[in-house]
């Protein structure tokens, strides 16, 4: 594997051709920042486009914005498989440190209930997941002063899918 490091930037990968198990994991570190970029910044911005055409008065029940909620509900799903991915790479990269540091014997196996009990994997998840499916919607009604204030379900949930950018952050530092 040939690796070129220029400063101010990321490795670019020139050829890949793995001999050992290290020289794998360093190819998978290379692509983990693209695969996070596409997982959080795609599925981020793809519902705030959907929030938008319900705000230029785009009927919720129309068909146009069932469209993006369906594209919302597979980026989820993608964005949902990006985050196991990451913790199943965060183990092997702790457990290959491990094994260099420490001399542990370095087991590659990461089990499914290893990544299910951390409780930050559960928490990103939840944040990944949520999204409103298509052919729902609703609203709530607030009391502001005793001004009644109506929010659709697709404005709540355009806020609440921005907050899918946050994976960017592990990259930019």
């Given amino acids: 594997m040939f690796i070129i490091y220029r400063p101010f930037t ?11 198990p290290l020289e794998y994991f360093q190819w998978v570190n290379l692509l983990f920042p693209i695969q996070t970029i596409l997982g959080g910044t795609i599925t981020g911005t ?11 008065g785009v009927p919720a029940d129309s068909q146009i914005v069932d469209a993006w909620k369906l594209c919302n ?16 790479l965060r183990e092997l990269f702790q457990r290959i440190d491990d094994h260099l540091n420490r001399g542990i014997v370095l087991g590659t196996d990461v089990k499914v ?18 999204h409103l499916p298509p052919y729902t919607s609703f609203l709530w009604l607030t009391d502001n002063m005793g001004a009644p204030h109506v ?7 355009c806020l609440l899918n921005t907050l899918r950018i946050y994976p960017m952050m592990r990259v930019i530092r």
């Fill in 151 to 157: 929010y659709r379900g697709e404005t709540i949930m």
């Fill in 113 to 130: 209930t290893t990544i299910m009990c951390m409780p930050a994997f559960w928490v990103e998840i939840i944040l990944m997941a949520v």
């Fill in 10 to 20: 990321r490795f670019i990968l020139v050829s890949f051709n793995p001999k050992t």
């Fill in 46 to 56: 793809l519902y705030p486009l959907h929030g938008l055409c319900v705000l230029q």
């Fill in 73 to 88: 509900s597979i980026f989820s799903f993608f964005a949902v498989v990006c985050v196991y991915r990451y913790y199943v």
